[in-house]
């Protein structure tokens, strides 16, 4: 059974940073594409970034020069390195993959932005 688990969220001040950690068991994701998503209380889930098996990455604009996204293989993780956080990072942080056809995500991580 493959399960996503996030974690690495949690309070921190306007500014600052985090990085949140998406750890794959039950199969190895070193080739599968990860996304990462977001949601904040009343919207809907959107896209944040996402890394290809061979390490391309793609972001959304609002956080281009503030997100990276990266992936160690060897340890079936996917992380998301958050700099510079402003109170619209505020949300659950997802993982995302998918086997085959089968869609994956983990539980999520909140992220909460103080100011």
């Known amino acids: 059974q493959v399960q996503l688990v996030e974690s690495g969220g949690g309070l921190v001040q306007l500014g600052g940073s985090l990085r949140l950690s998406c750890t794959a068991s039950?199969?190895?994701?070193?080739?599968?594409?990860v996304d990462w998503y977001r949601q904040s209380p009343g919207k809907q889930r959107e896209w944040v970034a996402s890394i290809t098996g061979g390490g391309t990455t793609a972001y959304r604009n609002s956080v281009k020069g503030r997100f990276t996204i990266s992936r160690d293989n060897a340890k079936n993780t996917a992380y998301l390195q958050i700099n510079s956080l402003e109170p619209e990072d505020t949300a659950v942080y997802y993982c995302?993959?998918?086997?085959?056809?089968?869609?994956?995500w983990g539980q999520g991580t909140q992220v909460t932005v103080s100011s």
């Open positions: 995302n993959t998918y086997y085959g056809a089968t869609p994956f």
């Open positions: 039950g199969s190895r994701f070193s080739f599968n594409r």
